[in-house]
């Protein structure tokens, strides 16, 4: 199973992103989904996760901020991202069931 990520780039603070990340097979339906990101100096840390049963949970520094979906048709997961922080820059990548990873997309926020 390949993980293809997209849509990270350059925005300025307050703005928003959506990345996307699409399987090259049918494997959501069961499984669970996650976005790690990992920051320059710093350790890989999960941001958003949705359950098989499409529950979802978030960590703490961006609850209210990410929302993390998926569009099973479509063999793809989102995180879409809103009033991003320059602390939120980082490689994000996606994850199915923590066995199947995407090679990472980077996010900058800067003025």
């Known amino acids: 199973v390949q993980l293809q990520a997209s849509g990270g780039g350059l925005v300025q603070p307050g703005g928003s992103l959506r990345l996307s990340c699409t399987a090259s097979?049918?494997?959501?339906?069961?499984?669970?989904l996650g976005w790690f990101r990992q920051a320059p100096g710093k350790q890989r840390e999960l941001v958003a996760s949705?359950?098989?049963?499409?529950?979802?949970n978030y960590a703490d520094s961006v609850r209210g901020r990410l929302t993390i979906s998926r569009d099973n048709a479509k063999n793809t997961m989102y995180l879409q991202m809103n009033s991003l922080k320059p602390d939120d820059t980082a490689v994000y990548y996606c994850?199915?069931?923590?066995?199947?990873w995407g090679q990472g997309t980077q996010v900058t926020v800067s003025s």
């Open positions: 994850t199915i069931a923590n066995r199947f």
């Open positions: 949705m359950t098989p049963y499409g529950s979802t």
């Open positions: 097979e049918i494997i959501f339906s069961g499984n669970g």
